[in-house]
């Protein structure tokens, strides 16, 4: 029999760590708080059928007028494959050249220096004694703060020689992901983290994640690092860091094939981490949903589309493969609550990714991958998607929280009306009954972190894709900010481009 006082004891550790409390890293001698509570969702159903209900006569209604839907897909070719005027595609000579001297007075050159690197991921203290802010020091998977040397030497393999001249457009630089890769703000897989006692810090925000890449994806090579292991590349969104084996060349007749074929008919991913293997059956890589590929043709049962596969020279052969129409659609989607129905059911519940770190999404990386088998093009983060419908924005920002609330009761779209709040994204979806007399619950979809009260002392995590809805106050912790009452709330409808 156990000791009362070791019994004791054990029942009070279980109960610390059951109840899901502030949690703790013991180090030596030192007790270190962790700022981190868990959100309890038990009071928000997650089953699907809650809030897009089947039986809902307008379940398949169609939700964009398909002249916008059209206008959404040539868009989303545009930013992807096109190569001729106006194209807004890594493989088009005019978009790399300004996005490569996107600012006369700030081009790529003097961009990516020592000194901004140093400025940003350097010293703890300097040579005169000044140290920096607690908040900008950086940590590794160690728990320790990095040093000189690892630094110095992340430096030294970027060459930064290579970007002292212009950058020149070269035809020769045209690439393509063949598979799923991290991308990167430096050209290492180490972790970057600030402190995890900090709210807010910590495991998962990894400072040098910047997103991740689909297989398929074209981007353009701008330089490679000493040891040739990474490239920085342009995609159709931002400049990054990536391993090099997860890229490949190609030429001319790879890009007229790829855009012949993807002007005919393109297929998107709709579930989740899908293997996808070649017509000689040889697995390939698996595909997530956000990923898309030229159909080559398709049947009541699969789907023959083109895939990248890089040859011993890393340049990029196009291969066919078979995916089943369980797996994959032809796009678009018809955008219906069905439909969105659909693919939400495939991300629900996943775990939070920030920046696609292990290839989970974050709040825009959801939205981006949701829309794409509509045939819609978001841009990769929270404010370029917010800025790229700038000019349909609807400012609800100097409202009060119950009226934003009212606002988007009476006037949100289901699944096209998006609600930006600054660095945060979310799909409006319905509203529904509440507590409270007269008052609908506006119900959200999206992929979130955390909570934070006002004083954003500690966070309470929900750390997942969820359905979860914009209240005035959370009753299951009062001290908590809503989402509803940040100091940006805006909304954008898809119905429109």
């Given amino acids: 029999m156990l000791k009362r006082s070791k019994l004791f004891f054990i029942i009070l550790i279980a109960a610390v760590f059951g109840s899901l409390a502030t949690f703790f890293i013991i180090k030596s001698k030192h007790t270190v708080a962790v700022p981190i509570t868990l959100f309890p969702l038990e009071n928000y159903s997650q089953n699907i059928d809650r809030w897009i209900d089947p039986s809902d006569l307008n379940y398949d209604k169609i939700l964009i007028p398909p002249t916008e839907q059209k206008k959404h897909v040539k868009n989303l070719y545009n930013h992807l494959y096109a190569t001729g005027e106006g194209a807004l595609s890594p493989w088009n000579k005019k978009f790399v050249e300004k996005r490569l001297d996107e600012d006369e007075t700030d081009p790529l050159e003097k961009r990516v220096t020592k000194e901004k690197l140093i400025e940003k991921f350097g010293d703890v203290c300097d040579q005169d004694g000044k140290c920096k802010d607690r908040k900008k020091i950086g940590y590794g998977a160690n728990f320790r703060p990095y040093d000189e040397s690892w630094l110095n030497n992340v430096i030294r393999n970027m060459n930064l020689e290579q970007f002292i001249l212009p950058a020149k457009f070269s ?84 890009i007229k094939k790829w855009q012949t074929y993807a002007k005919q008919n393109m297929a998107a991913i709709n579930k989740t981490n899908v293997s996808v293997f070649d017509t000689n059956d040889q697995y390939r890589f698996n595909a997530y949903i956000g990923t898309m590929f030229p159909v080559k043709s398709f049947d ?78 978001l841009p990769r983060n929270s404010s370029r ?20 609330l009212k606002y988007l009761r009476e006037n949100g779209k289901k699944f096209i009306t998006v609600i930006f709040i600054g660095g945060h994204v979310m799909m409006y979806i319905g509203n529904f009954p509440s507590t409270k007399e007269n008052e609908p619950m506006v119900m959200t979809y999206q992929n979130i972190w955390g909570l934070a009260p006002k004083d954003r002392s500690y966070r309470s995590i929900i750390g997942q894709s969820v359905f979860f809805p914009l209240l005035e106050t959370y009753p299951e912790n009062t001290q908590l900010n809503s989402l509803a009452d940040k100091r940006l709330f805006q909304i954008f409808n898809l119905d429109e481009l």
């Fill in 385 to 404: 998607q917010a800025k790229s419908m700038e000019n349909k924005m609807i400012d609800l920002s100097k409202f009060s929280v119950k009226d934003r």
């Fill in 171 to 254: 035809s020769k630089n045209r690439g393509i992901a063949v598979k799923n890769i991290m991308a990167r703000s430096l050209p290492s897989n180490d972790p970057y983290f600030w402190h995890f006692s900090l709210p807010g810090e910590g495991y998962p925000f990894d400072n040098i994640q910047a997103s991740s890449i689909w297989v398929g994806t074209p981007i353009y090579i701008i330089g490679k690092t000493l040891d040739h292991k990474w490239s920085l590349i342009l995609t159709p969104s931002y400049l990054a860091w990536v391993e090099s084996d997860g890229i490949a060349s190609v030429n001319e007749d790879f």
């Fill in 300 to 377: 009541e049962g699969s789907i023959s589309v083109l895939i990248p596969v890089a040859d011993d020279f890393h340049n990029a052969r196009i291969f066919d493969a078979k995916i089943s129409k369980d797996n994959a659609n032809i796009m678009p989607l018809p955008p219906t609550p069905r439909n969105f129905a659909k693919i939400i059911s495939s991300l629900k519940g996943r775990p939070y990714g920030w920046g696609n770190m292990y290839f989970y999404n974050d709040c825009s990386a959801e939205l981006k991958n949701l829309y794409t088998p509509f045939g819609i093009y």
